[in-house]
DNA sequence: CAGACTTTGGAAAACGCTTTCCGGGAGGTT
DNA sequence: AACCTCCCGGAAAGCGTTTTCCAAAGTCTG
């Protein structure tokens, strides 16, 4: 293991001027010890330790990222936008997945602080358990305590900065295109009670048909994924519209109707939301809402990064697309 | 900042009291004082810094993965199948995103030296270019001189434990499976040139075809991605089955053929290779090539962790999975 | 050319842990 | 009762950096 003192020696320069030269200081080094050092460190093929750096500067150079799920392309898109910012900024990405576990997330924060990471963010949903959010928030309270920052992609509930999806405001709107074509029975396949962003959704896109004069939707909830999506879909009837309120669902509710031998979208419309990229290709092309996915994470990691006392929350507001998934009545 | 010296004044202990307490040692420490140690942690909230630990131990709890893009779900499925296992054995995983540039995978192998990971895990097809190779080879064996291990997912070209996709034989195996479907003509939608596994692929679909006594295919390269599979896909004239090297050209390539007004299957049979879990409901269903993405991440860091001398490569096989999209002629 | 700055190099004190030694006391054996 | 072992607590020496303080050597200025 070669350390600085070995480059030094080689250099036959001090410790102190091998740091100067190896790792950025605001300190000149005269040109030729500066030659020195370099090539001894070449030489021997010295590899900082970032963790000795860590410990002496007392700051490090590793963000910490939080998901549920990163087989989920919802997730790796954020995660995509995140880790190009933090490249652009030379941080490392240290990432740790819940599996929607709300207890994992408040251990990762608790790792992650232990880590020293510059910053965490905590990117998918929050719950509706008050309990789970309070243990969260103490948790990332603490970390803040000792200088960490922190962002959310989700629901500003934490008390930091938050990109926030419009998640009520998107259902609506697609509630209201959905409508504007025609459709007057909608069935509903939400997610789980507990998770806050399918619950928005949901409430969005009724509250938006009972403004319409339309009858209340079906709800049928089902977990946040595509069984989820394709258990709802298989008691869905007397409606001509279905919504489900996210895009790898309403794939799971594309292939209900199919095993059942309903045709979407002329039996039945389907739309989801996210406007997945993977998804793109799926015939019939499916209707959604679209999240600037990338951007959002992108935009969460500047926000921690970018010191600020009060905490801020963006909403970011979806856009509806209308493909062939979902059609025209009369 | 609360460190363990505080904790150990407010237990009123050593510092080596509270540390063996608190950071699972060999030692054993009576009851009363260790009681006395977790109470003093938890008021304080006190939290280990993992930095000053790695040094002091001299290694450190964190893993290193270098994937070449993560909202591929090829390598996000097998990035979670390593992330499984590091979690459950404690490690945090450290990630990198190369966008298929060989350079950045060397630098990516340099900074997580640095950082000291106890194992980096490369994902991704290796490149022909040997001069790459080489440089990233040299990048490797200077870290494995101190102690860090290395395990890959690609081909064995690397002097590391490796589990190996077997391309040429899933290509081959697919290759002879729609030729049992009476196909004699072929196109194949290669990737790039310099991308090995892509290439294994058209070699094994070839060489299988050429063992059967049919006509050479027609290879059409694009990148390795869907729109690379869309444009090659454009080319293609003449066939009756096209045989896309990776799930994503398909899923481009079945995309072109919609926007040419040719049918899948009737009129021209499609397959992929990977078997892409967030692809399954695609209609027509992709035939494809399974690969048991989480299975590889999983055994790779199982191999990266496992303590050995000789570099081991283990083969993976692949499925022939026939679906909708390829169909039987005469 | 004296005095006041500015540069630049080095010595050494942190940074927050782990772990090796030491030593004292408790328990067991002749 | 003397001798050995164990067991457990603490003192202190690292681990590999950064950075503060000094000091020496230039560089200006008047």
Redesign the pocket.
């Known amino acids: 293991?070669?350390?600085?003192?070995d480059v030094a020696r080689q250099a036959?320069?001090?410790?102190?001027?091998?740091?100067?030269v190896?790792?950025g200081?605001t300190?000149?080094?005269?040109a030729?010890?500066?030659a020195k050092v370099e090539l001894a460190a070449a030489e021997l093929g010295?590899?900082?330790?970032v963790?000795?750096?860590t410990?002496?500067?007392?700051a490090s150079n590793v963000i910490g990222l939080v998901v549920h799920d990163l087989t989920d392309p919802y997730f790796a898109a954020i995660a995509d936008g995140a880790m190009r910012v933090a490249e652009s900024q030379g941080l490392m990405v240290m990432i740790g997945t819940t599996h929607r576990d709300p207890q994992r997330e408040i251990a990762y924060v608790s790792t992650l602080n232990a880590q020293r990471v510059r910053a965490v963010l905590l990117v998918g949903s929050r719950v509706t358990d008050p309990e789970a959010t309070r243990r969260l928030r103490t948790e990332l309270d603490h970390y803040r305590e000792s200088g960490g920052r922190v962002a959310c992609v989700g629901q500003n509930l934490l008390g930091v900065d938050t990109v926030v999806p419009d998640n009520r405001l998107g259902a609506a709107e697609l509630a209201r295109a959905l409508a504007g074509l025609g459709h007057r029975n909608f069935a509903i396949l939400a997610g789980p009670d507990w998770l806050i962003a399918p619950r928005d959704r949901v409430e969005g896109f009724t509250d938006a048909l009972e403004e319409l004069g339309l009858p209340a939707p079906r709800v049928l909830n089902g977990s946040f994924d595509r069984e989820g999506g394709y258990a709802a879909a298989t008691q869905v009837s007397g409606v001509t519209c279905v919504f489900a309120v996210n895009d790898v669902m309403a794939v799971g509710a594309l292939a209900a109707f199919r095993d059942r031998g309903i045709r979407v979208p002329e039996d039945v419309s389907v739309a989801g939301f996210d406007d997945i990229f993977t998804l793109r290709d799926l015939v019939p092309s499916l209707s959604t809402v679209r999240l600037p996915l990338a951007g959002m994470g992108a935009r969460a990691l500047e926000l921690a990064l970018d010191p600020s006392e009060e905490s801020r929350a963006e909403s970011v507001t979806g856009e509806v697309i209308l493909r062939e998934s979902t059609r025209g009545l009369g």
């Open positions: 293991m070669v350390t600085l003192e036959g320069v001090s410790l102190a001027t091998a740091s100067r190896l790792n200081s300190r000149q080094v005269g030729s010890l500066r010295y590899r900082t330790n963790a000795a750096q410990l002496a500067r007392g």
